[in-house]
C-alpha cells in the first residue's frame, strides 16, 4: 500500500503543471505611477498566484488600447471613465470590469501667480486642451459656476504640451492637465501652477482609470481572478508604501527621478482598494451630465457600460 501511495504521488509531481492563463493588458500611456497596483501585483506574483500569465504593454498611441479590446486584440485596457460613456455609445463593444483609480485627476489648471484667479477671470481667456468631446463639457460646466459660457473662451488645441503651452504663456488656462504629474511638472521647469478641481466644479465625480473589456468576450472568471491580483498590489501599495516604492522604480531606471517620486505621493491615495467594486449612481449621474452636455444623444443604463464582477 506504501510503495503504490508513493508511485501516485510520484507520478502525479511528474504531470506538467497547468498553464497558466495569458492575458494582455494595454496601458492607456507609458509605465507611470498611475500603474502601480498593477507593476507591484506583477512584481509580487500576485498576478502568477491567480493563475494568470500577465503581458503589460505600453500603447503607442495612447487612444490605440480601447480600441484593440474593442478589436479582440488586447484582453483587458486602462482608460478613463468620460471616454468610455462616447466611445460605448459611437457603438464599440466595451464595459468597464474595474477601477484603478477612483477620483478625477483632471482639473483646470493655471499658473499660481497669473491673470486667472477665479473661475469668473477665464473671460475672454484662452484654454488649451489635448482632447475635445469630454473637456468641452468640463470646461462648460466649469464655467457656468461663474455665469460664463464657451463663446467667452477660445480653446486652443495645444496637442499634448499643456505644461509648456501654458508657461510659455499661449494659453491661460488648461483642460486636461492631471493634478498628480502637471503640477510637479511645472516646479520643476521653475513655474507654479495651480488646479481648479474639477469636481469641485459642478462637474459629477468620476473614476479616472478603469479597466475596460469587450463583453462579447468577456471572461467573468479570469476576469475576477485578475481583479483580485490588482486589489493586493493597491492595499500592498497603502501598508509598505516605502518598499513599494522601490519595488515599482526598481523596474525602470526613468521611474526614479523627482517628477515620479512626488507623483507617487500624490498619486497613492487615489487607487481603489475594491477595484472589481461598481458605484453604479457615478457612471449613472454621468451619462445625465454628458446627456445634458449635448455630447451624446441618449441616456444608457449603467448595465451597458459596466459590469459589477464583485457582486457575482
Not at 15 to 40: C, E, G, R, S, Y
Not at 235 to 257: C, I, M, R
Not at 287 to 309: K, N, Q, R, T
Request: hydrophobic share 45%.
Amino acid at each position: 500500500m506504501k510503495h503504490f501511495a508513493l508511485t501516485a504521488t510520484l507520478a502525479f509531481l511528474a504531470q506538467p503543471a497547468l498553464a497558466a492563463d495569458k492575458v494582455t493588458l494595454m496601458l492607456d500611456w507609458f509605465v507611470n505611477p498611475d500603474h502601480a497596483p498593477i507593476i507591484v501585483a506583477q512584481e509580487k506574483g500576485f498576478f502568477a498566484e491567480e493563475d494568470l500569465d500577465v503581458e503589460i504593454v505600453a500603447p503607442a498611441d495612447p487612444a490605440d488600447p480601447p480600441k484593440l479590446v474593442a478589436a479582440g486584440k488586447a484582453d483587458y485596457a486602462i482608460s478613463y471613465q468620460p471616454q468610455l460613456h462616447l466611445q460605448v455609445h459611437e457603438g464599440l463593444p466595451l464595459t468597464r470590469i474595474g477601477t484603478l483609480i477612483a477620483t478625477p485627476l483632471n482639473c483646470l489648471m493655471v499658473k499660481a501667480d497669473g491673470p486667472v484667479q477665479s473661475i469668473g477671470d477665464l473671460k475672454g481667456k484662452k484654454i488649451g486642451y489635448s482632447v475635445s468631446g469630454v473637456e468641452d463639457a468640463l470646461v462648460g460646466q466649469i464655467l457656468k459656476t461663474a455665469g460664463l459660457s464657451m463663446n467667452d473662451v477660445e480653446m486652443v488645441n495645444v496637442n499634448w504640451s499643456l505644461s509648456p503651452a501654458l508657461i510659455a504663456g499661449q494659453v491661460d488656462a488648461t483642460i486636461g492637465a492631471y493634478r498628480n504629474f502637471e503640477l510637479t511638472q511645472m516646479r520643476l521647469e521653475g513655474a507654479e501652477g495651480r488646479c481648479f478641481f474639477v469636481e469641485e466644479q459642478g462637474v459629477p465625480t468620476y473614476d479616472e482609470l478603469i479597466f475596460v473589456a469587450n463583453p462579447e468576450t468577456l471572461d467573468a472568471d479570469r476576469s475576477r481572478r485578475f481583479l483580485h491580483a490588482v486589489e493586493r498590489g493597491a492595499q500592498y501599495l497603502v501598508n509598505h508604501p516605502d518598499e513599494a516604492w522601490e519595488l515599482f522604480s526598481g523596474t525602470a531606471p526613468d521611474l526614479k527621478d523627482e517628477l515620479n517620486s512626488e507623483a507617487w505621493k500624490d498619486t497613492l491615495p487615489r487607487f481603489s482598494q475594491s477595484p472589481a467594486a461598481l458605484d453604479q449612481g457615478r457612471y449613472a449621474r454621468f451619462e445625465v451630465f454628458l446627456h445634458e452636455a449635448g455630447l451624446v444623444d441618449s441616456v444608457l443604463p449603467v448595465s451597458e457600460l459596466a459590469v459589477d464582477l464583485g457582486a457575482q
